[in-house]
Each structure stands twice: as structure tokens, then as C-alpha cells.
């Protein structure tokens, strides 16, 4: 009768363990896009080669950057005169009885004078002259051509102090902040990172910031380090600023790791999330089953194909099919996707089975 009893307590207990669900990391497939399971806000899109173009069209989310970058441009290597620039000028006369210089003098150095918020700068016995937009040499011969009346034989040698609007100004994220003067037209972003000390050592994952005529454009440092059109030609008044890219997305599931992700690059496609997950777990994951969800405004809901049809959308891989391969690797995760890999079915119940038989092998002995 002892044997008898444990035997039915442990057909019970068999019993409970084939009504419950075993301890999981992550949900099932059909739990996520069965037929119950999907409320009407939310739209179930398939990804396949054929299908990630007409996605990718679609509203981006998670991100109000702007992750538009100017064409490089190379200027020429002299500078031109702003608002605001320190202006010296030389002026050399062997003429006698010269206006500008004493007896016994060749040369005369005048005061600095600063270019006007109307682009001129003052000469004396010539009155107000208009530098603004010209380049140094351009100015010089303006200004000598206009002193010919009161000084037929003097020549003018010119000095350029860069101003406010010939500055660069280096905010943050960088050993040493700093209003930097261009020397000339063609200094590039990566310059003007390197002459401020180089990307501090406490960020992490630098983002670069132009910011230009009240319009702000951000690059990954990485993204700008490899690829030499994006090292672009700053202008006079830009704001450079380094910091932390704050854009993620979350993993949760039956990946090697779940965690929240930051962008270190970017653009992030759905394998390379994956891939920087850790892969998909080999004991419990379900390949036919990764999906990325994603949710959007409603003014981006749309029913002519140029948006999706529902607020929220779970987006649907089968990584083993070729044509959902291929779309994940051109699918890009957004910021504040949630990247889900399911777990699979099969392999709880082999689970079970194996418990199960464990179980009578040892409810036999008592036999």
C-alpha cells in the first residue's frame, strides 16, 4: 500500500506538470500573432525581400533627429571677411608730405578697427569701406585702390583677426571647449574635433552634433570616422557638440541577452540587432519566430501602403526562409523597438516528455 500511494502521488504530480506550463524566458509565437491573440490595433506585417522596400518608405519613428548630412564641399583656402572680424591695416608710403606717415617714416600700423554689423571697416582720409564677403587680398587691393587719391604710391598690408562669425564654437564633449577661429574655408568637422583635444573619454557612444541656422544635424562619430564625405566643411557660427547617442531598442526573449541596446552606429537592421543580442538562444529559441514591435503616431496610420494600417505594429520574421533572411538584413530597427524571439514549442514539451519519463522510471522501482 506504501508503494501504491507514492506511485499515485507521483501520477499526480505528472499530472500537474503536464497542466502547467514549464518556467520560460519568453513567449511563443502564437501567443504573440495567434488568431486571440492580435487586437485590432494592431497590425501583423510579414517581412520578406519583397516587402521591406514598401517599409522602409514608411513614417520613421523613435527619433527627431535628423540624420541628414551635408555634401562636403571643399572652399577655397583663404578665408572671408565677416561681421565682427579684427581688421589691421599697414600702410607703406615713400611718398613726402604723406598724409598717413611722419617725416621719417615708411610705414604706419593703424588702429584695429572691427568690420561693422554693415560689412565696412573705417581708413582714414578714405571714410568707410565695404570688406565684408571679400577675402584679404580682395580687401587690400580695395582699400589701396581707394586710398590712391590721398596716397598715390602707398601700398596696404592687411592683417584679419577672425570674429564671432568666423568661429567655430565647440561646445561639448571634447577635452577642451573652445571658440575656435577658422583659418580658412576648408576646415573640416573631424579638424575642428581634433584642434578641442579630440571626443572626451567619458562618453561612450559619441554622437556629433552640427548645429547651423537654427537647424540641427547628428551623425554618429562612428558613422562619420569611416566614411570620409560625411568629414564636412564647417561655416562660421556652427555649433559643434559631442555627446552620448541616447537612441535604444529593448530585447527580450530567448536571445543570449536581454537588455536594452544602444545605436553604436547609424543604422541597426534587424540581423545585426540579433547579432549584437548574442544570436538566438540554441536551447530555447524559435527561429520561425522573431518579431520586432514597433509603435507609431497616429497621424502616421494609413491605408494606401505608404504607412502602416494600425497604430502599433508587430513585425514578423522567419528566419528559416531565405526571403525573410534577406528582409531582415535590410530591415532597420528604429529607436524604441522592442525586439522579441519566441520561444519555442517544441522543445517545453520535449521537456515535459523527458520528465514525464523520469518519473515512471521512478515510480518502477517501487514496483
Not at 527561429?287 to 508587430?314: E, M, S, W
Not at 534577406?326 to 517544441?346: L, N, R
Request: hydrophobic letters at 45%.
Amino acid at each position: 500500500m506504501r508503494f501504491v500511494g507514492l506511485r499515485a502521488a507521483l501520477v499526480l504530480a505528472l499530472v500537474s506538470v503536464a497542466a502547467c506550463s514549464l518556467p520560460r524566458g519568453g513567449p511563443i509565437a502564437s501567443e504573440i500573432v495567434g488568431e486571440k491573440a492580435v487586437p485590432e490595433d494592431i497590425q501583423v506585417a510579414e517581412v520578406t525581400r519583397q516587402s521591406v522596400a514598401q517599409i522602409a518608405s514608411w513614417p520613421k519613428t523613435g527619433w527627431h533627429g535628423h540624420y541628414h548630412w551635408f555634401a562636403r564641399s571643399p572652399g577655397a583656402s583663404s578665408r572671408i571677411i565677416q561681421v565682427g572680424d579684427l581688421v589691421t591695416l599697414t600702410v607703406w608710403d615713400n611718398q613726402e608730405n604723406s598724409l598717413l606717415l611722419g617725416p621719417a617714416d615708411r610705414s604706419v600700423p593703424l588702429r584695429p578697427v572691427e568690420v561693422t554689423e554693415a560689412g565696412t571697416v573705417f581708413v582714414p582720409y578714405v571714410n568707410d569701406i565695404m570688406v565684408k564677403g571679400l577675402t584679404p587680398y580682395q580687401a587690400r587691393e580695395k582699400i589701396q585702390q581707394q586710398m590712391t587719391p590721398i596716397a598715390p604710391s602707398a601700398q596696404v598690408q592687411i592683417d584679419v583677426i577672425s570674429g564671432p562669425s568666423n568661429s567655430v564654437n565647440v561646445v561639448t564633449g571634447v577635452a577642451t571647449p573652445m571658440q575656435l577661429p577658422l583659418s580658412d574655408r576648408n576646415v573640416s568637422i573631424l579638424s575642428v574635433i581634433a584642434q578641442s583635444g579630440g571626443v572626451s573619454e567619458t562618453i561612450q557612444n559619441p554622437l556629433v552634433r552640427l548645429q547651423r541656422q537654427g537647424k540641427s544635424y547628428e551623425i554618429p562619430l562612428d558613422s562619420l570616422l569611416k566614411d570620409p564625405a560625411k568629414n564636412v566643411i564647417v561655416r562660421g557660427g556652427d555649433n559643434v557638440i559631442v555627446e552620448e547617442d541616447e537612441r535604444y531598442f529593448i530585447a527580450v526573449g530567448s536571445t543570449e541577452n536581454e537588455e536594452l541596446i544602444y545605436f553604436h552606429q547609424e543604422k541597426i537592421t534587424a540581423i545585426e540587432a540579433v547579432s549584437l543580442l548574442g544570436g538566438l538562444n540554441d536551447a530555447r529559441a524559435n527561429p520561425q519566430g522573431l518579431f520586432i514591435l514597433r509603435q507609431y503616431a497616429k497621424g502616421d496610420v494609413r491605408n494606401d501602403g505608404t504607412g502602416p494600417i494600425a497604430p502599433h505594429v508587430i513585425f514578423q520574421f522567419d528566419l528559416t526562409k531565405p526571403d525573410h533572411l534577406f528582409g531582415a538584413k535590410t530591415f532597420q530597427v528604429y529607436p524604441g523597438d522592442i525586439v522579441v524571439a519566441s520561444e519555442s514549442a517544441v522543445k517545453p514539451a520535449q521537456a515535459v516528455i523527458a520528465l514525464v519519463g523520469s518519473m515512471f522510471a521512478i515510480a518502477n522501482v517501487f514496483n
